[in-house]
């Protein structure tokens, strides 16, 4: 009872609306992505998102709660989604860059997996992390392979490929400002171009 009337007067004070755990879940990602996984705490989410304490009862028992939801949506957004979507592109060339475009030009996503990246030995992050890189660096994989790469080639390539973008955005978190957007897609074309015809026939040999 307590927690439904404090519900009722939690209403955020920028939307003028009341908060749902949608609203708290969003954002504790961009806290997470300001700050890491210590960012994620009650109150500084509640002055984020203009309000008290109150709702985030009603929607959550701890915030070890909101941090896994945080984690969850991470990986639903930023993973499950995002490969749905490229789904819809037929060609593997296409669907590498399209990719890369998205990767390398999501600020907001790189600083979360970046973030999540530095926090690695928490125990509520690093099953998420260890799920979601098996499955991007996967997708990678299939992407190259699909482009006509070989199995042990398109692993490397993969492997290269999403060590770069980690190693991009952590550099970002480290210090701010060293890198720039200007050409960044263009510089990467190396990682983008597909296997020459005979390049599978080549290795074979």
């Given at each position: 009872?307590?927690?439904?009337?404090?519900?009722?007067?939690?209403?955020?004070?920028?939307?003028?609306?009341?908060?749902?755990?949608?609203?708290?879940?969003?954002?504790?990602?961009?806290?997470?992505?300001?700050?890491?996984?210590?960012?994620?705490?009650?109150?500084?989410?509640?002055v984020r998102l203009g309000t008290t304490k109150g709702s985030f009862y009603?929607?959550?028992?701890?915030?070890?709660?909101?941090?896994?939801?945080?984690?969850?949506?991470?990986?639903?957004?930023?993973?499950?989604?995002?490969?749905?979507?490229?789904?819809?592109?037929?060609?593997?060339?296409?669907?590498?860059?399209?990719?890369?475009?998205?990767?390398?030009?999501?600020?907001?996503?790189?600083?979360?997996?970046?973030?999540?990246?530095?926090?690695?030995?928490?125990?509520?992050?690093?099953?998420?992390?260890?799920?979601?890189?098996?499955?991007?660096?996967?997708?990678?994989?299939e992407t190259y392979a699909a482009m006509g790469l070989p199995p042990d080639?398109?692993?490397?390539?993969?492997?290269?490929?999403?060590?770069?973008?980690?190693?991009?955005?952590?550099?970002?978190?480290?210090?701010?400002?060293?890198?720039?957007?200007?050409?960044?897609?263009?510089?990467?074309?190396?990682?983008?171009?597909?296997?020459?015809?005979?390049?599978?026939?080549?290795?074979?040999?």
């Open positions: 009872m307590v927690h439904a009337i404090r519900y009722r007067t939690a209403v955020s004070k920028e939307k003028g609306r009341r908060l749902g755990r949608a609203d708290w879940v969003d954002a504790a990602l961009e806290a997470l992505a300001a700050g890491g996984v210590s960012a994620v705490a009650v109150e500084p989410v509640a009603w929607h959550f028992a701890n915030r070890a709660e909101l941090v896994t939801a945080a984690l969850a949506e991470w990986e639903q957004r930023y993973t499950e989604r995002v490969i749905a979507d490229l789904a819809q592109i037929p060609e593997p060339g296409a669907r590498l860059r399209g990719l890369f475009q998205r990767a390398f030009g999501g600020r907001l996503t790189g600083a979360i997996d970046a973030a999540v990246l530095a926090d690695a030995a928490s125990p509520l992050v690093a099953p998420v992390l260890e799920r979601v890189t098996r499955r991007r660096l996967g997708y990678l994989h080639l398109a692993a490397s390539r993969a492997l290269l490929a999403y060590t770069t973008y980690v190693g991009l955005f952590s550099l970002r978190r480290a210090a701010p400002g060293v890198v720039s957007d200007v050409g960044l897609v263009d510089a990467l074309e190396p990682l983008l171009a597909p296997a020459r015809p005979d390049f599978g026939r080549d290795h074979a040999r």
